[in-house]
């Protein structure tokens, strides 16, 4: 009797056991699955982030003098100073690629823009800068000694033709960039023929306006308004550029256009 008793405790003091190393072995592997499934999101969050973060942000400035920064004593012209302004609100590594050309107009810029290292430029940018149709509407100041209708509609449609051939390449080479067209003001306006000068002006900006309307994320600036009241406060010596005054209101502008 007193071995059956010892047997039947040998044989629960077993099973006891088991269970108690099954009940361990089940507890292992629920813990086990909470610490690993648990962390799953949290690299891919991390990862995501930094993929973001590390990512840079490309300029490309194309145009005429005024992208070039021709009158400002810094030497940034609207384009330094906006890259200023960007580098002060990003934590994104920002490369900037100055194309313009001092004297050039529309024409010009339509055979560069068809160039294979300009194109290249283009394609990586993420914000394009543009001015262009100073030259063509003032020559050197010819252009307010010379009000002759017929003269002035032929110059705008060879303008603006070339601006429909300049966007269309651009949005074939990047689909998108944001484009921000630098609209013009008038030097002029305290010229004897300034009146008359500034009504050419607002109609050349309208319809440059709306040739930036008709393509994707192209945005015409305004920036005749800029220096309509004290244009020679923000003219350089020659009367004809800005000076350091004259592009950082440009540059304002053009910041407060961005989206971040």
């Given amino acids: 009797m007193i071995g059956l008793n010892k047997n039947i405790i040998r044989s629960i003091t077993l099973i006891s056991i088991l269970f108690c190393l099954l009940w361990l072995v089940g507890l292992g592997w629920s813990v086990g699955e909470y610490y690993a499934g648990k962390p799953e999101k949290v ?6 982030k930094k993929a973001k973060n590390s990512k840079g942000l490309t300029i490309v400035a194309l145009g005429d003098s005024l992208t070039r920064g021709t009158g400002d004593e810094t030497g940034k012209g609207y384009v330094g100073d906006l890259l200023d302004e960007i580098k002060g609100k990003t934590k994104r590594p920002v490369q900037l690629t100055n194309l313009g050309i001092n004297g050039q107009q529309s024409d010009g810029l339509r055979k560069q ?5 300009v194109q290249r430029q283009i394609q990586k940018a993420d914000i394009i800068l543009l001015t262009i149709g100073g030259n063509d509407l003032f020559r050197g100041g010819q252009g307010i000694m010379d009000f002759q209708a017929g ?7 060879k303008y603006l033709n070339n601006l429909k051939y300049i966007f269309g390449q651009i949005r074939k080479v990047n689909s998108t960039a944001n484009v921000f067209f630098i609209g013009l003001y008038n030097p002029f ?3 004897d023929q300034g009146k008359e000068m500034s009504k050419v002006i607002r109609h050349w900006n309208y319809d440059s306006a709306e040739i930036s309307a008709a393509y994707p994320k192209i ?8 220096f309509e009241l004290k244009v020679n406060d923000y003219l350089y010596s020659d009367k004809f550029h800005p000076n350091t005054k004259g592009y950082r209101l440009i540059a304002e502008r053009v910041a407060a256009l961005l989206t971040w």
Wanted: no cysteine; proline share 7%; aromatic share 10%.
């Fill in 189 to 191: 306006i305290e010229f």
């Fill in 113 to 117: 823009v068809k160039q294979t290292e």
């Fill in 43 to 48: 690299p891919i969050a991390t990862v995501a």
């Fill in 151 to 157: 003269s002035l509609a032929t110059i705008e449609k």
């Fill in 219 to 226: 945005i015409f600036v305004p920036t005749f308004d800029l």
